[in-house]
């Protein structure tokens, strides 16, 4: 059984048009007719798990949230994007290109992920961050100001940064 429909109510974004979701099922902290954000199509949110969109939160294009991920308030996850497992996506935070966000990691506030970025783990992102490239952080990892790391950045273990950080790293070439 589907645990949400489209409906009638929609929003533009460019020439992409998004429908708000209706609860058709009691799930998780859901009820039944609750309106949560919005998506493009059915492939966006999956019907299994108790994963939802809230607020004006919206996702489109190839983007897909799963299992029990949480979007809300003005989030926006698209083109390839993946949310899955118990991630939690709130404020403003953008999502796009290939990202994969998964297991605790918890983004909230006003920046942006993209490329080919993979967040996993106890991750706690918030401020002003920008995300980008190849980057990958894992483990038990705490973000907030203006942060920007791209390239092929690896963060591991138990890291905190806070106030303005840039890091960038190359990947290594070939001898």
Known sequence: MKKYELTK?????????????????????????????????????????????????????NAIILSNAQIGDNARIFGNAKVL??????????????????????????FEVCDNVRIYGKINVSGFAYIYGNADIRGSVEIDGSAKIGGYTKL???????????????KEKEK
């Open 9 to 61: 109510e929609t929003i533009h974004i460019g020439e992409t048009t998004i429908h708000r979701i209706r609860a058709l099922k009691t799930f998780g902290n859901i009820k039944k007719g609750d309106l949560g954000g919005f998506i493009e199509k059915e492939r966006n949110l999956s019907h299994f798990g108790d994963s939802w969109i809230f607020n004006e939160a919206s996702v489109f294009g």
């Open 85 to 110: 497992e118990r991630a939690k996506v709130f404020g403003a935070v953008k999502i796009y290109g290939n990202t994969i966000i998964y297991g605790n990691a918890d983004l909230d506030g006003s």
């Open 156 to 170: 591991r273990g138990e890291i905190i940064l806070g106030g303005i950080n840039e890091l960038n790293f190359d």
